[in-house]
Each structure stands twice: as structure tokens, then as C-alpha cells.
């Protein structure tokens, strides 16, 4: 399936935004990730296994919070890292 990446995460991936990778739910797709590019899922889910604050993750035009969620092969995951300031 197709996976867009944000910009934050250039340094691991050497500026690549968009892969395919496979997976049954999202979790599999952060391992798959994190098996090409190691270190990255660390960047997208912390020790407890929960998505950071700042990363958004979208299954199509879907927001998702679990990372059980089951995913078809036409599925787009698009992860986004949220901007903050004051």
C-alpha cells in the first residue's frame, strides 16, 4: 500500500515521501517502515506503543488512532506531523 511520509522524517528515509509498503494494519505498516529505515517508527510511536502528540495518522481522508486498524492493499496511509507554535 502507499505511504506518505512528512518532510521531519527526510533524515531517515533520504527525502523519499512516498512508499510502498506492506502490511495488514497499521501497526504492520509502522514495522515495515521501521525494517527499511531503522528508527523510525520510534519517531511515530513512543515506548508505550502510542502515537506521538504531534503525528497524525490518515487512512485515506480518515484520521486514526489505532494502530490495530485493518488496512486493504488500495488503502493510502499518509502520516503528518502537526506544527505547533504560539
Known amino acids: ?3 506518505r511520509l512528512p ?3 527526510d533524515s531517515y528515509t533520504g527525502g ?3 512508499v510502498d509498503l506492506p502490511g495488514a494494519d497499521l501497526g504492520a505498516v509502522l514495522d515495515a517502515l521501521d ?3 531503522p528508527g523510525v517508527k520510534f519517531r511515530i510511536v513512543d515506548e ?3 502515537l506521538r ?10 484520521m486514526v488512532t489505532d494502530l490495530g486498524r485493518r488496512l486493504s492493499p488500495t488503502d ?3 502520516i503528518v506531523a502537526a506544527l505547533s507554535g504560539g
Open 35 to 37: 525494517a527499511r529505515w
Open 76 to 78: 493510502e496511509v499518509m
Open 53 to 62: 502528540r504531534h503525528i497524525n495518522l490518515f487512512v485515506n481522508t480518515d
Open 7 to 9: 518532510s521531519p522524517l
Open 16 to 18: 523519499l515521501r512516498d
Open 48 to 50: 508505550r506503543g502510542c
Open 1 to 3: 500500500m502507499r505511504v
